[in-house]
């Protein structure tokens, strides 16, 4: 049964990898470039995108999801009662492996990319690619941990925790083609955009060291307000038992 479930779900998650590779192929079919992104730079900045949201599935998103749940159930008086950093245990008490095998695939996509725009990185604009990923890491659990963190102030979060895969659905599209109000949101206010972009542009153009301070100012930002949040919440929690 588990096998059959890591299969399917691997699967699944392949596919919706692949339709988002094939729209960009369909799309360049009829253009050269948008906001003066080619075609490769593009899957670039995809591969970007879905290898961090891979790593944030396969390490993260269950035990987020389950939080919310938890806190409604009283389950998370299990968490409670265990010796060790509360926040850690309840963010990475499980594992979805069918995510982390498709940030290979992710990953695949990203080099395929390079390879086709003949891009030769050098090993310390590399390794700023793999510390800005983790940066953006950091900025989509903390968006989320600090979304399922009101469950300890409202009944039901779940309606929240589905405008996730929404509003970071935007770091799929280059940072070139947001203006005026909609830049000022998704560029400056949330970091959608910033978090796959910078990396991104890491392998395409070499570090630039002031965007990456902007990520990990951002990352650093984020997770202060997802800490503060989270044990804020934990005041207002009554268990099961209460």
């Not at 804020?232 to 268990?239: E, N, T």
Request: glycine content about 8%; charged content about 10%; overall charge neutral.
């Amino acid at each position: 049964m588990f096998r059959f479930d890591f299969l399917l779900w691997s699967t699944v998650e392949l596919l919706w990898m692949s339709l988002n590779v094939l729209l960009v192929s369909v799309i360049y079919a009829h253009t050269d470039s948008i906001a003066g992104w080619s075609k490769y730079e593009m899957l670039l900045l995809i591969g970007t995108s879905m290898l961090i949201q891979r790593f944030l599935i396969g390490f993260f998103w269950t035990n987020i999801h389950e939080l919310g749940q938890n806190v409604r159930t009283g389950h998370f008086d299990f968490f409670l009662a265990q010796p060790g950093n509360l926040m850690f245990m309840v963010s990475t008490r499980k594992l979805d492996l069918d995510g982390l095998a498709n940030s290979v695939i992710a990953l695949a996509v990203v080099g395929y990319s390079a390879h086709e725009l003949g891009l030769s990185p050098s090993l310390l604009d590399i390794a700023a690619y793999g510390l800005l990923v983790g940066c953006g890491l950091v900025i989509h659990y903390s968006f989320m941990l600090t979304v399922v963190s009101l469950s300890f102030w409202i009944t039901n979060a779940q309606g929240l925790e589905g405008s996730y895969f929404t509003l970071f659905s935007f770091s799929r599209i280059p940072r070139e083609a947001f203006k005026g109000l909609t830049q000022l949101v998704f560029v400056w206010t949330l970091p959608v955009v910033i978090v796959s972009n910078a990396p991104a542009k890491t392998i395409l153009y070499g570090f630039n060291p002031q965007l990456g301070l902007w990520l990990l100012g951002a990352a650093a930002f984020w997770f202060g307000i997802a800490v503060t949040v989270f044990h804020r919440g934990l005041k207002r929690y009554s268990s099961a038992s209460s």
